[in-house]
C-alpha cells in the first residue's frame, strides 16, 4: 500500500486534506504548500518553509505591539510545524525539531484563546505529561472532557475541538499522553492508557473551579482505542467518545500506510520494522471492550482507509453502554464531516455530563 514516495504524497493529501481544512489552516497556505510537494522528502520542508514565514510574522508583529495579530501567526505556525511532522519520520531529527518549534510557537498564543489556555504539567509515575487546561468563563465548577489524539495528533490540533465543548459549558483538558506530541518526545506510546487517562483524572481532582465528579473522554483514530481502553478499567469516567478507533492494530498492519508503520515503530520506541509489529500486538481490545459499562459513543466513517470500518462497528457491539454513529462515505477520523460530528458529539456529551445546550 502506497509503497513509492509519489504514492504516499497523494495518499496523504487525498486522506488529510479535510483535517488540514478542520484544524483552520488556511485554504490558501494548503494551496501554495501542496503545489511545492512533489516527493516524499519535500513534505516537511514545505510545511516548515511556511511555518517560518508566520513566526516571521509573529516577530514584527510583535515589535509593532500587535498582539493579537502575533498571537494568531504563532498558532499558524505551530499548525504548520505539526503538520510537516505529523506522518513524516524521514528525519527523525527534523521531525522531533518540528515538534518543539510547535510546542513553542502555539505557548505564545495560548492567551488568545477564547477562554484562554493554561498549559500544565500532569504528574505521570517519575514523568510528566504536558497538558492545556481551558475552563468556560461564569460556569461554576463545570464538568471537564479529556480531549485525546491518536497516533499522530498532538493537544494542539485538538484545541477546535475544545471549542465546541467549551461552548456547551464543559472545560476541557487537552492532553499528550505517552507517545503523543511534547509527551512523546520522552514517553513512548502506553498500550495501558487507562493509567495516563488516570493520572490526568488525578490531576483534575487537584483542579479549583471544576467538578471532578463529571468527567469524559474524547479520543479520535489511535485515541479511540486509548478512550476505549480507559473506559475499561477507570470507573471514574462517566462518558466517552470514540472516533474512527481501532479495536486492534495487528490484524491490519500490512494494510497500514507506511508512514503510519514508521510512526508506530517510532512511538512504540521499537528498534526495527518486526519490533514494531510486535509491540503493537498489545494495541488490543479482545476482552476489553466487553468491560465497558459506563455511556460510550462511537463514530466511524465508511470510507475509512486507515481503520476499518468494522472496528467501529466491533467496538460497539460488545461494549455494553454503546451508541453507534455510521457515516456513510466518512473518511478517517470524519473530516470531511467534521461540522455534523462535532456538534453532533459535543451535544451528546453535553447530554452525558450536565453540559449546556
Same mark, same amino acid.
Given at each position: ?14 486522506n488529510w486534506?479535510?483535517?488540514?481544512? +478542520?484544524?483552520?489552516?488556511?485554504y ?13 522528502g519535500?513534505?516537511l520542508?514545505?510545511? $516548515? ?15 509593532r505591539?500587535? +498582539? ?6 504563532w498558532?499558524?505556525? $505551530?499548525?504548520c510545524?505539526h503538520? /510537516? ?5 524521514d ?16 505557548d ?8 484562554? %489556555?493554561?498549559?500544565?504539567r ?18 461554576d465548577?463545570?464538568p ?7 497516533l ?11 471549542d *465546541?465543548f467549551?461552548d ?8 499528550? %499522553?505517552?507517545?503523543?506530541?511534547e ?8 498500550? $495501558?492508557?487507562e493509567?495516563? =487517562?488516570?493520572a ?9 473551579? =471544576? ?7 474524547? /479520543?479520535q483514530?489511535?485515541g479511540? *482505542?486509548? =478512550?476505549?481502553?480507559a ?12 472516533s474512527?478507533?481501532p *479495536? ?11 508512514m ?7 512511538r512504540?520506541g ?15 481490545l479482545?476482552?476489553v ?8 459513543? =462511537?463514530?466511524?466513517?465508511t ?13 460497539a457491539?460488545?461494549?455494553?453502554n454503546a451508541?453507534?454513529m455510521? *457515516? ?11 461540522f455534523?460530528?462535532?456538534? %453532533?458529539?459535543s ?7 450536565? /453540559?449546556?445546550l
Amino acid at each position: 500500500m502506497t509503497s513509492s514516495a509519489e504514492d504516499r504524497v497523494a495518499f496523504t493529501k487525498r486522506n488529510w486534506m479535510g483535517r488540514f481544512l +478542520r484544524a483552520e489552516v488556511s485554504y490558501g497556505d494548503v494551496q501554495r504548500i501542496m503545489d511545492r510537494i512533489k516527493t516524499w522528502g519535500d513534505w516537511l520542508p514545505a510545511w $516548515a518553509e511556511t511555518a517560518q514565514q508566520y513566526e516571521q510574522r509573529a516577530e514584527a508583529a510583535e515589535q509593532r505591539g500587535a +498582539r493579537r495579530t502575533a498571537a494568531e501567526a504563532w498558532r499558524r505556525a $505551530a499548525l504548520c510545524w505539526h503538520f /510537516g511532522k505529523f506522518n513524516w519520520h524521514d528525519d527523525i531529527d527534523k521531525a522531533e525539531h518540528a515538534q518543539h518549534r510547535l510546542t513553542a510557537c502555539f505557548d505564545r498564543a495560548l492567551w488568545s484563546l477564547k477562554p484562554p %489556555g493554561e498549559k500544565v504539567r500532569i504528574p505521570y509515575g517519575n514523568a510528566m505529561m504536558a497538558g492545556i487546561l481551558r475552563k468556560p468563563a461564569g460556569i461554576d465548577k463545570p464538568p471537564v472532557v479529556i480531549v485525546m489524539g491518536g497516533l499522530d495528533s498532538v493537544k494542539e490540533e485538538l484545541q477546535q475541538v475544545a471549542d *465546541y465543548f467549551l461552548d456547551r459549558g464543559m472545560a476541557t483538558l487537552g492532553m499528550d %499522553g505517552p507517545g503523543q506530541g511534547e509527551t512523546g518526545l520522552t514517553l513512548k506510546i502506553e498500550a $495501558a492508557s487507562e493509567k495516563p =487517562v488516570g493520572a490526568a483524572i488525578d490531576f483534575i481532582e487537584r483542579i479549583d473551579g =471544576v467538578d471532578a465528579s463529571r468527567v469524559g473522554l474524547y /479520543g479520535q483514530s489511535l485515541g479511540g *482505542y486509548y =478512550v476505549t481502553r480507559a473506559c475499561a478499567f477507570e470507573p471514574r469516567i462517566k462518558a466517552a467518545v470514540a472516533s474512527a478507533g481501532p *479495536y486492534t492494530i495487528a490484524d491490519h498492519w500490512d494494510h497500514l500506510p507506511p508512514m503510519t508503520r514508521m510512526g508506530y515503530e517510532y512511538r512504540t520506541g521499537a528498534g526495527s520494522p518486526e519490533e514494531a509489529r510486535a509491540r503493537v500486538a498489545a494495541l488490543d481490545l479482545t476482552g476489553v471492550a466487553e468491560r465497558v459499562t459506563c455511556p460510550l459513543l =462511537v463514530l466511524h466513517g465508511t470510507a475509512d482507509e486507515i481503520v476499518p470500518f468494522a472496528h467501529g462497528e466491533r467496538i460497539a457491539r460488545e461494549a455494553k453502554n454503546a451508541t453507534f454513529m455510521k *457515516y456513510e462515505g466518512g473518511n478517517h477520523s470524519l473530516s470531511n464531516r467534521h461540522f455534523e460530528v462535532r456538534t %453532533g458529539l459535543s451535544d451528546w456529551m453535553a447530554r452525558m455530563l450536565g /453540559g449546556t445546550l
